[in-house]
């Protein structure tokens, strides 16, 4: 499953915790291209990644969102 990166919504992230450039591996795929990472590639120095992250706001609201 691939995706553009302004495609993935809140329930991607709950399904794939971790998401990755598939462009860093093949650069022939579109740069804004991101699809769920493997393990091999989530621990690989080289890949670029997007990884589901809680926030939290001076007054302790809560926000979802990836880093």
Request: glycine share 2%.
């Amino acid at each position: 499953m691939s995706k553009f990166i302004w495609e993935i919504t809140a329930q991607d992230l709950l399904e794939h915790t971790i998401w990755q450039f598939p462009n860093w591996k093949d650069d022939t795929v579109d740069e804004t291209v991101i699809s769920p990472a493997s393990e091999s590639d989530a621990f690989d120095p080289n890949s670029d990644l997007l990884v589901k992250a809680q926030f939290s706001d001076a007054k302790g609201n809560k926000f979802f969102g990836y880093i």
